[in-house]
T-cell receptor, first 115, second 111 residues
Framework: NAGVTQTPKFQVLKTGQSMTLQCAQD?????MSWYRQDPGMGLRLIHY???????DQGEVPNGYNVSRSTTEDFPLRLLSAAPSQTSVYFC??????????????FGPGTRLTVT | GQNIDQPTEMTATEGAIVQINCTYQ??????LFWYQQHAGEAPTFLSY??LDGLEEKGRFSSFLSRSKGYSYLLLKELQMKDSASYLC????????????WGLGTSLAVNP
């Protein structure tokens, strides 16, 4: 299994440009999420999905869109990039064990700079 | 409100034992995660506690007291590679997949 993969690893955008951060997992996990991590702010949830066709907003959804057409893929779209979106973006997926606990796996991250 | 507190930084010596504390206040609680994150890398899963008590996994152990809103991560026989940030996160009872994250504790292990 490749686990959770993200592309690209690095990206520089100009203000106003749009782009899509890709995330894929091959573990058949039903739950996927996007976080951003900024110094002094910790990990903040942007959007999440509990299964194909179902998405919902997290703490900081403004400026981002998501879709979940398949179990495997969960892309994050930046509609019009702003310098405040400079951050490290992590995609994660999780599965529930039968005993009520679960594990969440993170992708390697995308470092985005908006100038 | 919802809040998670961890010490910002800790230092320890190679071979020693260190305890990293995490206290939380949430409107609902289901369980608590510990993650390790090396600089420039993604967080990696260490433990998930749902019930009170201590769970041991090799050199790492995690403790939870639900009544006190308190957890700790215990690292034994410290190695240089344990230098990393340790993140505490709790799951909400209403939606146990939406995590609330602490800011992390940066641990420096010195020779």
């Amino acid at each position: 299994n490749a686990g959770v993969t993200q592309t690209p690893k690095f990206q520089v955008l100009k203000t106003g440009q749009s782009m899509t951060l890709q995330c894929a997992q091959d573990m058949n996990h039903e739950y996927m999420s996007w976080y951003r991590q900024d110094p002094g702010m910790g990990l903040r949830l942007i959007h999440y999905s509990v299964g194909a066709g179902i998405t919902d907003q997290g703490e900081v959804p403004n400026g981002y869109n998501v879709s979940r057409s398949t179990t495997e893929d969960f892309p994050l779209r930046l509609l019009s990039a702003a310098p405040s979106q400079t951050s490290v973006y992590f995609c994660a997926s999780s599965w529930a064990r039968g005993d009520g606990t679960y594990e969440q796996y993170f992708g390697p991250g995308t470092r985005l700079t908006v100038t | 409100g919802q809040n998670i507190d961890q010490p910002t930084e800790m230092t320890a010596t190679e071979g020693a034992i260190v305890q990293i504390n995490c206290t939380y206040q949430t409107s609902g609680f289901n369980g608590l995660f510990w993650y390790q994150q090396h600089a420039g890398e993604a967080p990696t899963f260490l433990s998930y506690n749902v019930l009170d008590g201590l769970e041991e996994k090799g050199r790492f152990s995690s403790f939870l007291s639900r009544s006190k809103g308190y957890s700790y991560l215990l690292l034994k026989e410290l190695q240089m590679k344990d230098s990393a940030s340790y993140l505490c996160a709790v799951t909400n009872a209403g939606n146990n997949r939406k995590l609330i994250w602490g800011l992390g504790t940066s641990l420096a292990v010195n020779p």
